[in-house]
């Protein structure tokens, strides 16, 4: 699989990233820099980004909580009464972020961690028990929802008989291109 070819761009869009890139690396320097002096606003600078994340993420998935609801659900959440399955999927997208977060310099990028932190995504949601932690075994797609009752299909996923090999291939390919450091991080990892 020639991954590569995913990331081959425009000189002019190759430039804008480049650009970006190198906006980012500045501000991660920065960051650094201040991190224990300012622990408490960079603290919620995380904990916006992360509301966020999983607003964003579970809404790509049908989800329909705004990020002020996600927030909401977070503070006050009691497992037990997990009733929704957009609340079931906020609250194990939230604890696999977490375990991220605070583990990932720990974490290998395998197979096996995959699908463990798929499960934990899964945990509290009663409709995906059948395939929590594993690969998918039925097609589907990524669709948005308009408000007028409109879908339109953002893009077509792998297909379930080629998902095993796909994202073996990819899990090979990432770690290569992160022991080789030729390219950058987020490229490496936005493939």
Do not use: C
């Amino acid at each position: 699989m020639d991954l590569l070819k995913k990331i081959a761009f425009q000189p002019t869009i190759f430039q804008e990233i480049i650009h970006k890139l190198s906006q980012i690396d500045t501000f991660k320097g920065g960051w650094k820099l201040i991190e224990n002096k300012e622990k408490r606003y960079l603290r919620e600078l995380r904990d916006i980004a992360t509301i966020q994340s999983i607003g964003s993420s579970t809404r790509i998935e049908g989800a329909t909580l705004s990020d002020d609801e996600v927030k909401k659900l977070l503070k006050s959440v009691r497992i037990s009464q997990l009733d929704k399955r957009d609340e079931q999927e906020v609250v194990g997208y939230y604890e696999a972020l977490e375990i991220i977060l605070q583990s990932y310099t720990e974490i290998e990028l395998t197979e096996r961690y995959i699908h463990q932190l798929h499960s934990i995504l899964l945990k509290y949601s009663v409709k995906d028990q059948r395939h929590k932690g594993q690969y998918k075994s039925l097609s589907n797609q990524v669709v948005a929802n308009y408000k007028d009752g409109q879908q339109k299909i953002i893009f077509k996923t792998t297909e379930p008989h080629l998902t095993a090999s796909e994202m073996l291939d990819l899990i090979t390919w990432t770690n290569i291109q992160l022991e080789e450091k030729r390219l950058h991080p987020i490229l490496i990892t936005s493939v």
